[in-house]
Structures are given as C-alpha cells and as structure tokens.
C-alpha cells in the first residue's frame, strides 16, 4: 500500500476502530483486531485471515474484484484433525489460496494459524474439550417431573407467604382493637 493511501485512511473516520486504554482495537469481524493499516481488511485489496463460526474453523480471503467495490470474499473451512496432526497442511492451504496478499498478513495468518493448533493442544493436553473439533451435543430438554416439582414448590412457598401476612393482618387488627379499647 502506498504512503499516500496509508495517510488518507489513517486520518479519515472508521467505524470499526476503537479506542480502549493505550491500544487502537479494530471491531471488523475479519480483522486481526489490533488496528493496523497494513493488516486492515478494509484499506487492503488482497486480505487473508481465520475466523470462528459455530460449526468450524473458516479461512477468509478478500481479493480484488470489478463487480464490487469492496472485493469479494471467499470462505473456505479448514478441516482440522481431531489429533491435530494436520498443522502444515492447513498453513499450507492458507498460504497458498492467500498468495497475493502482502508479506506482512501471511506472516500474521501463519502465526493465527499456529496460536489456533496451540491453544487446541493446550485444552486436549489438559483433558479439557476443544469446542470446534468435539461434535456439539444436542440440548437436552428439561424433564417434565422436574417442572412440575419446581412449580409445587413455587406455589407452596406463595401459601406459606399468603399465610404469614394473614397472620401479621389478623395481629394488626387485634392491636387496633386494643388501642380503641383503650381511647
């Protein structure tokens, strides 16, 4: 990118930039997340990064394109082995479809793509689960007995307040009559 077009966009408006603390954050949902214009996915014509998504792990690539102003965005999903084996061939893919981009993002995508097998080998080692690879379980529907027995209570625990005020009503009432006794 040249210097001219750094200048211009580091001074204009963005709506995904973000101050917090010492720190210029970036919010766009493809971007590294520190606001770096030579990392931004806006200000860059060939971009290159791995987001989260429910149901995996997606390589995101902006190219260039002459029906959009913006470029066009490609999502690949990066199959990523339960024994978390595939490490070089998944940097490989990365590199290879992010060609074009500039040396800087490659070397930012291959260092995600590492910090991403990292931290799975951190939870696995650990016995902990790695959400992305583990099927997720179906959400299991709370039992009817157990509805039932919560809204017994509820209604045993309204009687017993009923009751108590009843009681406190009935004290205040005799207390009234005493005073009127008394006048």
Known sequence: MDLSRKTLYSN???AYRDKYLNRTL???PCSYGECD???CPIVNDHFANVIFQEDGVYLVVKTPSEEYVAGTWEKTKLDISPELTNEENVIRLALEKAKN???KIRMALQRRIRGI???MRFLKERGKPVGILAPVPPPTPA???ALEETLKEEIEM???KEKEEAKIEEEISELEKELE???
Do not use: G, V
């Open 12 to 14: 204009t408006f963005c």
């Open 26 to 28: 970036c919010r766009h």
């Open 37 to 39: 214009l030579d990392l």
């Open 101 to 103: 981009t500039h040396e």
């Open 117 to 119: 097998y990292a931290r």
């Open 143 to 145: 039992p009817e007995l």
């Open 158 to 160: 309204l009687e017993r």
């Open 181 to 183: 006794k008394i006048e």
